[in-house]
C-alpha cells in the first residue's frame, strides 16, 4: 500500500485560499485514484474530492464545487487540494486517501489513508 503525507493546513481568515499537498511513496502511485475527505470535531467522515488516476474525471462534493480544485502530478507522486473561498464550515481535519478503484467518494474503496492535515477557518 502506498504510504501518504499530507500537509498545508492551517489557520485562516473566511475568504482566504489554502492549498493542502500529499505526498506518496512506497507504491505505484499512477495507479491510483487519489482524493480528499475531512472530517470536523463530533462529525463522520465527509468526502470532499477524487481524482482519476491519469488526472481526469474530477470528482467534488456539492458544498465545495466552485470553490475548491483537486489535482495530481504523478511525476512528483503529489495529489493537491486548492481551496478557495473558504468558509469556516470548511473547518476539519483533511485526509488524503489512495483507492486502486475507479473515482468513488466512498471511503471504504480507500485502502491507504494518510494522518491529516487541520484547516481551521475564523469568521
Known amino acids: 500500500q502506498v504510504q501518504l503525507v499530507e500537509s498545508g493546513g492551517e489557520l485562516v481568515q473566511a475568504g482566504d485560499s489554502l492549498r493542502l499537498s500529499c505526498a506518496a511513496s512506497?507504491?505505484?502511485?499512477?495507479?491510483?485514484?487519489m482524493a480528499w475527505f475531512r472530517q470536523a470535531p463530533g462529525k463522520e467522515r465527509e468526502f470532499v474530492a477524487a481524482?482519476?488516476?491519469?488526472?481526469?474525471?474530477?470528482y467534488l462534493a456539492n458544498s465545495v464545487k466552485g470553490r475548491f480544485t483537486i489535482s495530481r502530478d504523478n511525476a512528483k507522486n503529489a495529489v493537491y487540494l486548492q481551496m478557495n473561498s473558504l468558509k469556516p464550515e470548511d473547518t476539519a481535519v483533511y485526509y488524503c486517501?489512495?483507492?486502486?478503484?475507479?473515482?468513488?467518494?466512498?471511503?471504504?474503496?480507500?485502502?491507504?489513508w494518510g494522518q491529516g492535515t487541520q484547516v481551521t477557518v475564523s469568521s
Open positions: 481524482i482519476s488516476w491519469i488526472g481526469g474525471s474530477p
Open positions: 486517501a489512495a483507492s486502486k478503484t475507479a473515482v468513488t467518494a466512498t471511503p471504504a474503496d480507500f485502502g491507504s
Open positions: 512506497g507504491g505505484t502511485f499512477n495507479i491510483y485514484t
